[in-house]
Structures are given as C-alpha cells and as structure tokens.
C-alpha cells in the first residue's frame, strides 16, 4: 500500500505542565488512525517558581524537546498542525518570552487555551475514542497544573470544569520533599476536596451514566492497581484508591517506593495525582471509572478536521455571542459583508496571507462582534466590546485570537489606540493594524443601519512609502448618504493620525 502525501496527515502537540505529548495521525473512514506518538516528562510546572517565572532550565528542556518534535512535523501542511499550551503557560509571567523562542524552536506558532478550552478539547478527544451511545459521561483529566470536569452526551458538552489543582502543583504544595506521611496524605486529599467542592453542585446536579479517566496520572494509577490486584479489569475503584494510598504512606516515599507497576517517570507526581483522584470519588461520590485512551491531543486533531471540513467550533461560539449580546445580526453581517469585499481588495497590496491565523475569518468575526458591548453600555461600547472578547470562553478559541479580536473591537472606531496591538507576536502586531482599517471602513461605511450596500473601490498606492488609500464610490451615492460622506470625512482624519492617507470620492 502507498504512503498517504503529507497533506494527509495531521500533528496535534500538547504542551502540558508535567509532559509535552505529540501524536501523528490520519483520518480513514471517519476514524483516526495514529502513526505516530512521542512523549517526554518536562515538567515544566516544576520550573515554576513562586513568583510565576519559568526557569531557564525548564524552558531549555522544553525547547530540546520541541526541537525534536519539530523534525516529525517540518514537512506537514501548517494548517493541518496544532500546537497548544495549558496551565503552566496561562500562568507563567514570561510566557510571551518563551512562546517566541518556542516557535522558532518547533518551527509553528504554539496557542495558549484557556481552561474551559482545555476541557472541551479533552471531551472531543475522550468521546471519539469511545463507543456510541445516548449515556451521560462525566470526564475526568488531571493534568501538571490543572484538572478538568466535563458532563456531556454524546459529542456536546453540558458543563465544563477547568480547577486550579493538577499533580504538579499539589505533590509540590504537599509533598515537595517527597516525605509521605498520613497526615500529608489527609491534608493533600482536604486541598484538592476545598478546591473542588465550589463545583459539585453544579457537577453532580447534572449526573452521569459513566465516568471516565484521561491522560498520564489516570492511566497510570489504573495500570498501578491492575498489576496489584487492586482492580481485576483495569476500571478504577476508590476501594483500590485507598490500597495505593496506604502503600505510599507505609513506603514514605514515592521515590522508594516498591510498588508494582509504579514507573520512574511518574514517582515524582503520584502522591498529588492520586490525591486529586481519591478527593474526587469521595467529593463527587463515583463508584467507578473507566479509563479513555485518548485525550486533549486527540481533540485537537479532531478539532482540526472540523475546521477543514466547515464544522468549525468558533463560528458557533460567534453565533452564542451575538444572541447573548442581543446584537443586531442584519447590521454586523452588512458590516462583515462590506468588510471581506475590501480585504480582497487589500490583502496583496498589504500582504494579508498569514499561515498562522485566518485573517479573512479574524476580520469576520470581528465584524460580527463589534456591538456586542452595546448590551452594557452604549456608552464606550467599544471598550465593553473588546473586554467581553478577551475575557469571554468562547469554544474554539485561543487566548491569542481573543486577544487579536479585542485589539480590534477597541479600534473598530474613535481614537486610533495602536497599543492594543503592541503584545501581538510578529507580523500580527502590523497586519491586525490593516485589518482593522478595513473594519473601521465598513463600519462608517454602514452608518445608517440600512440594507444599502454601496459597491465600494479601495485603491491603495503602493508606490509610496506612507499607507495612501482612496475610496470610490458609485455615482451618486454619497450625495443620498450625507452622514456617510461626513463620517469618512472623520474617519480620514482619526486615520491620518495613525498614520494612513484616506481620499474620498
């Protein structure tokens, strides 16, 4: 059989707290068919220190490992690559410094997701792997510094769950000299209990068929209590919970400890990850749980075929966003019309073709979310539109596309803040400038609220150094819409401040 081309493949990288993982997979028949996995323990939430800085010896040994991920996906298409970031990341102070020299080092723009992010991709991922059913399942995933809660049926989620507590962070808040005591053990149990107990309500009100397990610390306890006895078919009881804790407790230490199926690589996190587990079953009553082979990278596999085959998350996450913000969907889908025609228009003169992110879509959205602040306040609207954007969950969106989105909501009109562009990695801290030219256009262009669509020229000279545009419109038109003519006549002026030439005609 011949080798699929490349195009066929596709590379999802999960840049964990504890471990970076990568998987190469293709899709055959509505199944995904690994080829390839690579994994390596970084443990990059150790190299956190109090203050929330990476150190320089966690960020060299992620940057080693992401230099060899690179070799397996050099030679992929770039959208058929994702590459994201979790707890450590959301949190780290200089974050910005090493998600640069990361992309230089993986040769692919890393995204940094959100908790509730996180806990839709993992769902994604956890439910593809399992058989077809009507049940409702709750999932569980701990991870390095974070672990997620989700209820759903079938592949739509319920309720989603991201806690600040993950195996990382708990063995190094109670066991960081790796002394395993009962009391450490009890205590550890009543932190991860305190942490979760604000969401059982909310989690066992909506009840479940099934409850199922992701990722290392799940899978690896699992195989603990299976190779002990403590469990016969590898699902996971408190009952054998309980085994492995009073084991740990009479080693004293995970490091020393003689317990069958308890590898190396995960000595130095159990302790925390099989607190988090047990505070779980108990806070949350589980009988039992199964374990799910796939996890947060599969997701995004999955999440990536979706987006190529038009089945994108973000543009019903745009949709909730408008209905919740009761924004008036005629007059922002005039807008993004108005919009896309000017960046065909635009897009080679100011070399709008990004691998990266989807400008025309980016442009999109923006457009049809740019009032969603008025449902505040219409009073610096603007501002409550941007704040919304970039603190909002919003299913299938980076922290760095709410980020591009907010940067243009706050510019859509008014004053010019160029500012709110300064913390855009390259060249996205320019172009994100052109593309919200082009909305501010579309924006004055439909003024009037009405269904009248001009067709609209947008010359841009590009002989001349200084960004020079002109706007020509159909005969006559500006003479029937005087508000118009007067709103470019201010727009030219707020422009001319940033630094862009605009004529009229």
Known sequence: MNESPESDLYAAIDLGSNSFHMILARQRDHQLQVIDKHKEMVRLRSGLDAQGWLSDDAIDSALSCLTRFGQLIKHLPV????????????NAQNSRSFLRAAREALGHHIEIISGQEEARLIFLGVVHGLPKSNEQRLVMDIGGGSTEYIIGQGFDNQHLTSTEMGCVSLTQSCFADDVITADRMSRAIASARQILRPHRKNLTKQGWDSAYGASGTIKSISQILVDNQWSSDGSIQLSGLQQLRGELIKAGSAMDA??????????????GGLAILIATFE??????????????????????????????????????????MRVDTAQAKQVAQTARRLYHQAHNTWQLHDTEYNYPKLLEWAAQLHECGMAISYKRYRHHSAYLLENTDLAGFTNQEKQMLAAMMLNHRGKFIKEAFDNL????????????????LAVRIHRGRDLDSPEVLLHIDASSLEHRLSLVFEEGWLAQHPLT?????????????????LTIQ
């Open 258 to 271: 003689t317990i069958a199926g308890l590898k190396d690589d995960r000595r130095p996190v159990i302790a």
């Open 425 to 440: 990695f390259e060249p996205h801290n320019t172009k994100l400038i052109f593309l919200t030219v082009l909305l501010r």
């Open 485 to 501: 003519a007067m709103d470019l006549d201010i727009e030219a002026k707020r422009l001319e401040a940033a630094g862009f030439y």
């Open 283 to 324: 806070e949350l009553g589980i009988a039992s749980m199964l374990v799910s082979q796939n996890a947060l990278r599969e997701g995004l596999v999955f999440d990536t075929l979706g987006r190529l085959h038009n089945e994108d998350s973000r543009e019903q996450s745009v949709q909730a966003m408008q209905n919740w």
């Open 79 to 90: 959208q058929n690559i994702r590459a994201v970031g979790t707890n450590t990341l959301r």
